[in-house]
């Protein structure tokens, strides 16, 4: 998964991988090593832990022994790791857990749970640049202004001929003004970090809130959710969307460069499936519902506002369970914080155009006040008009015949 693997996005991607091996799962593993470093790591776990069993109904365990301090008994967590059904991990640093797995041989349980699957592996986001030969450590050349450089990566395709590296966020936009794609690298980065891999390695790049599915029995992979999968070599990149499918015998020679790019498929063998409606981002459910807000305001439509805000709000909760989306319910948080205020600034001041309000009392008045100037009476026609700006009708004479506004905006 590129990203939002415990988002609203992902959900049914995760009821379907469950439902490969049964419900209720008789083992399933959070691997927290990719956060183990941070503070809040239990509470990152203890968020995921609720999302997965509220959300997808899976009762998930974290076992502790696999990250840096040694704390927790290793040996049962690799147990653990071995035998377990479905195995979970994401956000985080790559360069911190691929520093754990090796020191405590999680490194090696994963490779076998390759070369020999059974169960269901998610890796996402951090966890998910790990799986290639190569990987970009994302801390250190984003946040600290390392040299573009890749780690050994876990290399869990080694066995399949396949020396790719994996880049989850491929198709970020966080930062507006300067480009984040691929995982925060830009496209100078990532040129100048595929000049470092071999002639016969690719990248493969996987959009957020996307998954791609491989099913190493089948030898076969297909692409879900809101974006696509990349294979990109030596700058030039073919593009999977959702829905497409692929053999891992047509990825191999496509990231080899043994040919060319296949023709999109989807299960059916049809040019791209019909699909319901993508699960909306917090991000752009926080537009909509301002949207929502903004066109209530505009037709004076209390009902409409109420429901975007309440709307907001639901969405604000149920991504709160995301493990990756703290900025964005933040910022949902603000926007939901000034809607509330403009609904009680509404309930105040009232929806209806104050100027329409006052209309059939302020135009017989203007219209007084021209025939008195039509008959030379601008002493009584200057008079209404002092009383009307007293009352902050400002009225301004054009042209094309008398204006009139609150304020300083006259309207008619």
């Known amino acids: 998964m590129g990203s939002g693997e415990t988002s609203p996005t992902m959900v049914s991607v995760h009821r379907r991988l469950v439902d490969l091996i049964g419900r209720p799962a008789p083992g399933a593993v959070l691997l927290d090593t990719p956060y183990g470093f941070q503070q809040n790591a239990a509470e990152i776990s203890a968020k995921a832990r609720a999302y997965f069993l509220t959300s997808v109904g899976l009762r998930v365990t974290v076992p502790a022994g696999l990250g840096a301090t040694g704390d927790g008994d ?3 967590a690799l147990a653990a790791l071995t035998s377990a059904d479905w ?7 790559p360069t911190y857990a691929l520093t754990c797995w090796r020191a405590n041989r999680a490194a090696h349980v ?49 066995h399949l001929d396949l020396p790719v590296a994996v880049i989850p966020h491929y198709d970020n936009t966080e930062g507006g003004t300067h480009d984040t794609r691929y995982a925060y690298l830009g496209e100078p980065r990532l040129r100048a970090l595929e ?16 998954a791609v599915l491989l099913d190493l029995h089948a030898g076969s992979l297909e692409v879900t ?10 700058g030039h990149s073919a593009v999977f969307p959702a829905g497409a499918t692929l053999t891992l015998a047509e990825l191999r020679d496509l990231a080899a460069g043994r040919s060319r790019i296949p023709r999109h498929r989807t299960a059916d063998d049809t040019p791209r499936p019909p699909s319901g409606p993508a699960t909306p981002t ?37 991504w709160a369970a995301d493990t990756e989306e703290d ?86």
Not at 196 to 210: I, K, M, S
Not at 225 to 234: D, E, F, K, M, Q
Not at 304 to 315: G, R
Request: charge should be neutral.
């Open 74 to 76: 290793t040996d049962r």
């Open 282 to 318: 917090l991000t752009e459910t926080t537009a909509a519902c301002t949207a929502r807000f903004d066109d209530g305001v505009r037709h004076g439509d209390a009902e409409a506002m109420v429901s975007a805000v309440l709307d907001l709000e639901t969405a604000v909760h149920t």
């Open 110 to 158: 994963l490779r076998e749970r390759f070369v020999r699957p059974h169960g269901v592996l998610v890796f996402a986001s951090a966890a998910a640049a790990t799986m290639g030969r190569f990987t970009v450590p994302v801390y250190e050349i984003y946040k600290v202004g390392a040299a573009p450089h890749w780690l050994d990566g876990l290399d869990l395709f080694g």
């Open 195 to 210: 000049q470092q891999l071999p002639d016969n390695a690719a990248v493969l790049g996987v959009d957020e809130h996307t």
């Open 87 to 93: 195995i979970f991990s994401g956000p985080g640093s």
């Open 327 to 412: 900025e964005g319910t933040a910022q949902a948080r603000t926007v939901l914080r000034t809607l509330v205020v403009r609904l009680g600034q509404a309930a105040s001041t009232g929806l209806q155009d104050p100027g329409e309000r006052i209309r059939p009392l302020v135009e017989p008045l203007v219209a007084l006040r021209e025939r008195l100037r039509q008959r030379n009476d601008y002493a009584a026609a200057d008079g209404i008009r002092e009383s009307l700006a007293t009352a902050g009708v400002d009225l301004r004479d054009t042209p094309t015949g008398p204006r009139w506004g609150l304020g300083t905006s006259p309207a008619g």
């Open 225 to 234: 959710g809101r974006g696509g999968l990349t294979v990109r070599r030596a």
